[in-house]
């Protein structure tokens, strides 16, 4: 983690803030896995064991994903950044940095439908898993929101140069940010609730 963070502290303009937006959401999984974990085995939870077992296998490969695309957005500014540093009279120079870009929209999007995903598994640990690790799911739900958003803004960036696919990307992405953000605002005040009357 303190390699990373010095990484990210650096001139470096990789990792960046799309890194973080994925690693976000894979803290956000974490996070959940963490709930299930205490929460299985419990008997006061054994009537939700099982379906807390297949939300833990869900954060547990979430999180694996997420921490995949943290590292494959890095990657992707820099084919992007490669790109634009071609000759400007080569004529592979275009097609390469819409190819670039085009990756660099797609990876962060997936980061957007993964945190989505997450979203909805902390609303099931809210309702379901153990009382005394609530504020670790509105924590986790927060994680999620921030990873969306995130993962939004590095979309943005690129879509200015995007040709193709730019509609479809754009659309998707609203679509997700404003799901995200009621959903995590949902299960936050559940959080809140569920904390205020215990």
């Known amino acids: 983690m303190e390699k990373f963070l010095d990484q990210l502290a650096s ?3 990789t990792p960046g803030g799309g890194s973080v937006s994925a690693l976000m959401g894979a803290l956000g999984f974490a996070l959940l896995s963490m709930v299930c974990h205490l929460t299985i085995g419990k008997e006061r939870y054994r009537e939700v064991e099982e379906e ?17 695309l943290a590292r494959e957005d890095a990657k992707a500014f820099e084919e992007v950044m490669a790109a634009y540093r071609m000759p400007k009279g080569q004529e592979e120079r275009e097609p390469a940095i819409q190819k670039a870009l085009l990756k660099a929209c797609q990876v962060p999007l997936d980061a957007m439908r993964r945190a989505s995903r997450g979203l909805h598994l902390a ?3 809210a309702l379901k898993g153990n009382r005394n690790a609530l504020s670790d799911v509105g924590v986790g739900a ?3 929101q921030v990873a969306a958003r995130g993962a939004a803004l590095n979309i943005q960036i690129n879509l200015t140069s995007l040709k193709e696919n730019r509609k479809e990307i754009q659309s998707e992405m609203e679509e997700i940010l404003g799901k995200t953000q009621k959903l995590a605002e949902k299960v936050v005040r559940e959080v809140e ?3 205020s009357s215990s």
């Not at 807390?52 to 995949?68: D, F, H, I, P």
């Open 11 to 13: 001139k470096s303009p």
């Open 52 to 68: 807390m077992r297949k939300v833990m296998k869900e954060t547990e490969e979430g999180r694996k994903s997420l921490t995949t």
């Open 123 to 125: 609303e099931i640990c």
């Open 142 to 144: 927060l994680a999620f």
């Open 193 to 195: 609730e569920s904390l």
